[in-house]
T-cell receptor, first 111, second 112 residues
Framework: DVKVTQSSRYLVKRTGEKVFLECVQD?????MFWYRQDPGLGLRLIYF???????EKGDIPEGYSVSREKKERFSLILESASTNQTSMYLC??????????FGSGTRLTVV | DQQVKQNSPSLSVQEGRISILNCDYT??????FLWYKKYPAEGPTFLIS?????DKNEDGRFTVFLNKSAKHLSLHIVPSQPGDSAVYFC???????????FGTGTRLTVIP
């Protein structure tokens, strides 16, 4: 089974801090994704990457950036955290049957 | 513009009865559909999928029905169990696209 590991389950950061969320997958998949989940809004795509050093903006990229230096690792960066970025962040890797395997999520609180 | 819609934010069902979760989509290019289940503080897990060449797919207690003309799919859970209580997301994919398009989710509560 594909494993997608997110480095932190819970994070609390201060407004204005730079925040790094890390995600690692172990199956050599090309496509990786970052979503955020908010009540009533479902899963919204922030960024995705289809190969090393390649990235595409999703539906809500403002305030975020990403890094993919190695195939197995996809990082989400909050350049200057704000309270409206308090959310559940989910990383996913795309499997060959066109579905996703998700990580366990990172619950980020910005105070 | 939301291309995949789940119009019921929540659903409550008695244990042992049928749960029916609905999903509508607008893009006729979608050709593969999936359902994910999500517990609090966990990532979504894959439940069941269906290709547009089929109108039904079954896996144990879970059945997904696809009505292409109506651009509608539904997930049936029979019989419902308390452990099925979770948020269910419908997702759609089209050939050539890298990402899935998700609905907003339906919170299912199965009452013992």
């Amino acid at each position: 089974d594909v494993k997608v590991t997110q480095s932190s389950r819970y994070l609390v950061k201060r407004t204005g801090e730079k925040v790094f969320l890390e995600c690692v997958q172990d199956m050599d998949h090309e496509n990786m994704f970052w979503y955020r989940q908010d009540p009533g809004l479902g899963l919204r795509l922030i960024y995705f990457s289809y190969d090393v050093k390649m990235k595409e903006k999703g539906d809500i990229p403002e305030g975020y950036s990403v890094s993919r230096e190695k195939k197995e690792r996809f990082s989400l960066i909050l350049e200057s955290a704000s309270t409206n970025q308090t959310s559940m962040y989910l990383c996913a890797s795309r499997t060959r049957d066109r579905g996703y395997t998700f990580g366990s999520g990172t619950r980020l609180t910005v105070v | 513009d939301q291309q995949v819609k789940q119009n019921s934010p929540s659903l409550s069902v008695q244990e042992g009865r049928i749960s029916i979760l609905n999903c509508d989509y607008t893009n006729s290019m979608f050709d593969y559909f999936l359902w994910y289940k999500k517990y609090p503080a966990e990532g979504p897990t894959f439940l069941i999928s269906i290709s547009s060449i089929k109108d039904k797919n079954e896996d144990g207690r879970f059945t997904v029905f696809l009505n292409k003309s109506a651009k509608h799919l539904s997930l049936h859970i029979v019989p419902s169990q308390p452990g099925d209580s979770a948020v269910y997301f419908c997702a759609a994919s089209r050939t050539g696209a890298n990402n899935l398009f998700f609905g907003t989710g339906t919170r299912l509560t199965v009452i013992p």
